[in-house]
């Protein structure tokens, strides 16, 4: 059987976005709002392990986490926060939680962190969806505004310089770079980037732009990717 998660989150936008994406990576997923119906289902179905939001409205997930460590349910725990502060992070642990992601996450590193806890609590149990490699372009090295990349590698240049990028990053500069002096909606790039759309209140984009930017930009060097108000980013080289 796939493992369950109880996932706990108030915004409507990534609770969708995390249930459907865990659904497709093999998880039973019960998705709810808020702290108090969390405890209802975990006492009700017990999870295979819980993903719960820090901040939520009436019982947050700290509070969540010490009611159910109270009382001896050592159900492993994710938590998700935008606090990172570290002794933000230390409450969390300090309250039961096993581990947690720092929003605005890369729903890859859900995934691990998920994996991890769960061979911690069942050793034996196999993957929940093996890696599969994407479809390897034909083209071995693009080339745009300076910059230089080969997907097959998984390695960029700026110049003579090579960028250390995440997997999300990688991605986000490829398209940038297939489609250099074109101007990506944040719709196209949420969807192929992601997989789906956070909607326009999300600022996961932004903070991945301003990520890759500070690994782009260099002294007296000109500024890659722009920002075009109300529309979304392009790459050029002015």
Known sequence: ???TVLLAEDDRAIRNALERALALEGYRVTAVADGVEALAHAHKNPPDVLLLDVMMPGIDGLQVC???????????????????????????????????VV????????????????RRTNPDAAPVAPDVPKQVPQ?????????????????????????????????????LVRNA???LDHSTIYDRIWGYD???GSKNLAVYVGYLRRKLDQPGASQLIHTVRGV???LRED
């Not at 725990?77 to 300090?94: C, F």
């Not at 080339?143 to 097959?152: S, V, W």
């Open 181 to 183: 002096g074109i101007v």
């Open 66 to 100: 010490r009611v159910l460590r109270a009382e001896g349910d050592r159900t492993p725990i994710l938590m998700l926060t935008a606090l990172v502060e570290t002794a933000d992070r230390i409450a969390g642990l300090d309250a039961g939680a096993d581990d947690y």
């Open 103 to 118: 929003k605005p996450f890369d729903v890859e590193e859900v995934f691990a962190r998920l994996r991890a806890l769960l």
């Open 232 to 234: 979304g980013y392009v």
């Open 1 to 3: 059987m796939p493992p």
């Open 198 to 200: 956070f909607g326009p």
């Open 139 to 175: 083209q071995r090295h693009l080339e745009a505004a300076g910059l230089r990349m080969d997907p097959q590698a998984r390695r960029a240049w700026r110049g003579g310089r090579e960028l250390e990028l995440t997997r999300t990053e990688f991605e986000l500069l490829e398209l």
